[in-house]
């Protein structure tokens, strides 16, 4: 009676994984925002702010002459998003549901859909 159906094809298997990373992925984002939009605005914030104090740095420092070449802004927002990109990464892999977790206790849940859904998480909100 309480019996999962187990999909019998190679592609039904997949869309069930594919659709466990999804949800363990929208968890991971309610997980530190209740609502999705604030924790977006939020990356925001922290992007153009370290923007803004690295422009000041650099100006206020006389680095602003170095040679260059192209946009000093895009040259400032490009390692600032790579380093934050990088970062939040890392941190969303590293504290993903371990196998004693209270989530891996449901069947068709393991580790390598918790780490793969805080990847997701961490890259969606970063976009």
Not at 16 to 44: C, E, N
Not at 86 to 113: D, F, Y
């Amino acid at each position: 009676m309480f019996q999962r159906h187990m999909p019998v094809t190679m592609a039904g298997r997949a869309f069930s994984i594919l659709q466990l990373i999804f949800h363990a992925t929208v968890r991971h984002i309610r997980k530190s925002d209740r609502s999705p939009i604030i924790g977006l605005l939020m990356s925001i914030t922290q992007a153009v702010m370290m923007v803004a104090i690295f422009y000041l740095m650099f100006d206020i420092l006389g680095m602003r002459g170095a040679a260059i070449r192209g946009d000093f802004i895009l040259y400032i927002m490009s390692g600032v998003f790579l380093f934050m990109t990088h970062n939040k990464a890392l941190g969303a892999v590293l504290s993903a549901e371990g196998p004693t977790s209270a989530m891996m206790l449901h069947a068709p849940m393991n580790t390598v859909v918790a780490i793969t859904g805080a990847a997701l998480a961490s890259l969606y909100q970063q976009l």
